[in-house]
């Protein structure tokens, strides 16, 4: 075991080897990791192969990670699926184990081969059988009521440099109208949160990972909720990846008031990525919100200024 690895604290040892079903002889941190604030391992067993162990950190994410485990439970043999090695659960800390997809490509960077392949892999999770356990969209993470949440707390929101006062005055109205139209209702399975921490590329196409947020509903959303972070991390503008619609403008719309609302809120101190992240996608998903309205383009300002 390397000296910089040296492996999660012994009681977490103990729950994952209980959901190995064997004693790792090396472990190494994973580096990428979500919004969620859970302890992410490679654990290599004695005979050398590998597995990716994911421990809960906090109450919510003990609840994440079981509502991933259900899904997984009731959606094995799914190509875009990575297979669910073992679990264990002690009603504190639960262990979902996975397969070891390190070996994958996972972006960025971005070019065209790699996003036409996640969009061929969205089209697969949408034609997907799901179970009728899933729940429908309106408890996923997503809601239409950012730019209300904006409108109450201006102050906030203008701190985040987006736009200038005048320009949130004169489309905030378009903006909160088109968002409250969003067509998120359906009956195909939805991710629920599509960016590149969450998705892996091999030979065989995309594969997601982290699906606690699953849902069903309009599977156009899951493209839709991916283009900011795509964008924001020196992929294609949306507009290139799916043309313009008037339903891609109703999600461009909420999906900017989502994104901005939330990067206004005060920081999370088990998660302190999680607000500047969603300010990353911000910064994306308004400009686009604009283009996709016909609204004048928000000029960033400066927040000290």
């Given at each position: 075991?390397?000296?910089?690895?040296?492996?999660p604290?012994?009681?977490?040892?103990?729950?994952?080897?209980?959901?190995?079903?064997?004693?790792?002889?090396?472990?190494?941190?994973?580096?990428?990791?979500?919004?969620?604030?859970?302890?992410?391992w490679?654990?290599?067993?004695?005979?050398?192969t590998?597995?990716?162990?994911?421990?809960?950190?906090?109450?919510?994410?003990?609840?994440?990670?079981?509502?991933?485990?259900?899904?997984?439970?009731q959606?094995?043999?799914?190509?875009?699926?990575?297979?669910?090695?073992?679990?264990?659960d002690?009603?504190?800390?639960?262990?979902?184990?996975?397969?070891?997809?390190?070996?994958?490509?996972?972006?960025?960077?971005?070019?065209?081969?790699?996003?036409?392949?996640?969009?061929?892999?969205?089209?697969?999770?949408?034609?997907?059988?799901?179970?009728?356990?899933?729940?429908?969209?309106?408890?996923?993470?997503?809601?239409?009521?950012?730019?209300?949440?904006?409108?109450?707390?201006?102050?906030?929101?203008?701190?985040?440099?987006?736009?200038?006062?005048?320009?949130?005055?004169?489309?905030?109205?378009?903006?909160?109208?088109?968002?409250?139209?969003?067509?998120?209702?359906?009956?195909?399975?939805?991710?629920?949160?599509?960016?590149?921490?969450?998705?892996?590329?091999?030979?065989?196409?995309?594969?997601?990972?982290?699906?606690?947020?699953?849902?069903?509903?309009?599977?156009?959303?899951?493209?839709?909720?991916?283009?900011?972070?795509?964008?924001?991390?020196?992929?294609?503008?949306?507009?290139?990846?799916?043309?313009?619609?008037?339903?891609?403008?109703?999600?461009?719309?909420?999906?900017?008031?989502?994104?901005?609302s939330?990067?206004?809120?005060?920081?999370?101190p088990?998660?302190?990525?999680?607000?500047?992240?969603?300010?990353?996608?911000?910064?994306?998903?308004?400009?686009?919100?604009?283009?996709?309205?016909?609204?004048?383009?928000?000029?960033?300002?400066?927040?000290?200024?």
């Amino acid at each position: 075991m390397h000296a910089e690895d040296p492996g999660p604290p012994p009681e977490d040892v103990e729950r994952a080897t209980r959901a190995l079903k064997a004693e790792p002889v090396a472990w190494r941190a994973v580096a990428r990791g979500g919004q969620t604030a859970a302890s992410r391992w490679i654990a290599t067993l004695p005979g050398g192969t590998t597995r990716f162990v994911k421990i809960a950190f906090t109450l919510d994410t003990a609840a994440w990670i079981r509502d991933e485990h259900l899904f997984y439970l009731q959606h094995k043999g799914l190509v875009f699926l990575p297979a669910m090695m073992g679990w264990d659960d002690d009603g504190e800390r639960p262990v979902l184990v996975l397969e070891d997809l390190s070996a994958a490509a996972w972006p960025p960077p971005w070019d065209r081969g790699r996003v036409r392949a996640v969009v061929d892999g969205l089209a697969e999770v949408a034609d997907a059988r799901v179970s009728p356990e899933i729940p429908r969209v309106g408890a996923g993470q997503f809601d239409r009521e950012g730019w209300r949440e904006v409108a109450a707390h201006r102050e906030a929101f203008l701190a985040l440099g987006l736009c200038g006062e005048a320009w949130l005055d004169a489309c905030l109205p378009a903006l909160t109208e088109t968002a409250h139209a969003a067509p998120l209702e359906g009956d195909r399975l939805l991710h629920m949160d599509v960016r590149s921490d969450n998705l892996c590329l091999t030979p065989n196409g995309a594969r997601f990972v982290d699906w606690n947020f699953a849902c069903r509903g309009n599977p156009r959303f899951d493209v839709a909720s991916w283009l900011p972070s795509l964008e924001a991390e020196g992929g294609p503008p949306p507009e290139e990846v799916v043309p313009p619609a008037p339903d891609m403008a109703a999600f461009a719309a909420m999906l900017a008031g989502y994104f901005a609302s939330h990067a206004a809120r005060p920081p999370i101190p088990e998660a302190p990525h999680v607000r500047p992240l969603q300010l990353k996608q911000a910064r994306t998903a308004l400009p686009w919100a604009a283009r996709a309205l016909g609204l004048p383009p928000p000029e960033p300002q400066d927040p000290g200024a």
